[in-house]
């Protein structure tokens, strides 16, 4: 169904350049960058107060990357998360009508459009918790081998020149963040299924045929491009997922919003929170980088990102955010991290958006 070595060659190909660094320049970046990890790792927990009793850092390894490695992690990623989807619309494909005409080309046109849309995206990121990577015969035996950590040095460097903001506090701030998602899932020990457990449920209620995803693919391919076929109805309000969803699915996609919220505003919270005392410039950086969040970028960013759904990954910071302070202010840090007992103890996708819902169902049916 995907041709995932053509996708990684036509992603690093597309991909544009980093920003122009001398070689003792790239090497002093990337050595600063892993001690930031490392050291945001006591500034994460002391604040969080969320240690896990049985984490190794070799556990969840820290990978300072460029964009080409970035698009070569997330397409193991991809690879390995999507595997029993593909397997059911590769059966669908080969007992369906054009079988044969699909499997000569399906799989490259799927592999060169991923590809376009990797390479918009491999820009963009700053760091990431990988948390499906594909097990490593790099890690020792007996390391979970389901996470790792990723910052992307050029995209740091790129940010941090845009907003003119000190380089130092900037990526440290960044690694606060993403030292957040890596302490959220490995001081949560059941998370990490629980959220692969909701994303097969979703991806196992997918009623699509191989053709849709390539028309899916061909429409975000083509705001790439800038192009759209004469008299094709524009669907850019929409995105890819809300497309393919069947009921089943906006259930399970509500369930997964709240999360992603939660995660996402946690890391937000976190940042801001630790800021003030070991990032001096924190107040600068947050407002210079809310405001680029704001504005966006060109129309033919805004498009892809209604189309991808990273529109709503925004709202995620922002509402997920929200939720964590109202709570935090009203039971306190340990009140909020009961967040973290179970499946259960999640916020439900309304309860984000009331999060005193949220402290009556856990706390005070709890406690009476």
């Not at 491009?225 to 069947?246: C, F, K, N, Y």
């Not at 909020?336 to 259960?344: E, H």
Request: charged residues 30%; contains cysteine; hydrophobic residues 40%.
């Amino acid at each position: 169904m995907v041709d995932w070595n053509l996708a990684v060659a036509t992603a690093t190909r597309l991909v544009r350049p980093g920003p122009e660094v001398s070689k003792d320049e790239a090497r002093a970046i990337v050595a600063e960058l892993r001690r930031h990890a490392k050291a945001s790792e006591e500034h994460v927990r002391g604040f969080t107060r969320m240690i896990p009793e049985s984490h190794q850092p070799e556990d969840t390894p820290v990978l300072v990357v460029d964009r080409a490695g970035w698009i070569k992690a997330n397409v193991a990623g991809f690879r390995e998360l999507l595997k029993p989807l593909l397997e059911k619309m590769q059966d669908r494909r080969s007992s369906g009508p054009g079988g044969a005409m699909l499997g000569a080309v399906g799989g490259k046109v799927t592999g060169v459009e991923l590809g376009m849309l990797l390479s918009f995206l491999a820009s963009r990121v700053l760091g990431q918790y990988e948390t499906f990577a594909p097990a490593s015969r790099e890690l020792p035996a007996g390391s979970n081998g389901g996470g790792r950590l990723l910052l992307v040095a050029p995209n740091i460097v790129h940010v941090e020149r845009e907003l003119e903001v000190d380089p130092h506090d900037f990526r440290l701030w960044v690694c606060l963040h993403e030292e957040t998602h890596r302490t959220q899932f490995t001081g949560v020990p059941w998370l990490r299924d629980h959220l692969q457990a909701e994303i097969q449920a979703f991806l196992g209620e997918t009623e699509m045929d191989p053709m849709t995803v390539l028309e899916r693919l061909r429409e975000a391919a083509q705001s790439l491009a800038g192009a759209r076929p004469e008299g094709e109805r524009d669907d850019s309000g929409r995105s890819i997922v809300e497309l393919v969803q069947t009921p089943a699915q906006r259930e399970i996609l509500g369930r997964l919003t709240a999360v992603m919220s939660l995660l996402e505003g946690h890391a937000d919270y976190v940042m801001d929170g630790v800021g003030p005392a070991v990032v001096p410039s924190v107040a600068e950086i947050r407002e210079k980088f809310q405001q680029r969040r704001a504005r966006g970028a060109s129309r033919l960013d805004q498009a892809l990102r209604k189309l991808l759904g990273l529109d709503a990954k925004l709202r995620q910071y922002r509402d997920g955010e929200r939720f964590v302070r109202a709570v935090v202010d009203e039971v306190g840090m340990d009140g909020f991290n009961r967040v973290w007992t179970s499946p259960n103890t999640l916020p439900t996708k309304a309860e984000i958006a009331k999060p005193a819902d949220w402290v009556a169902r856990v706390h005070r049916k709890a406690d009476s």
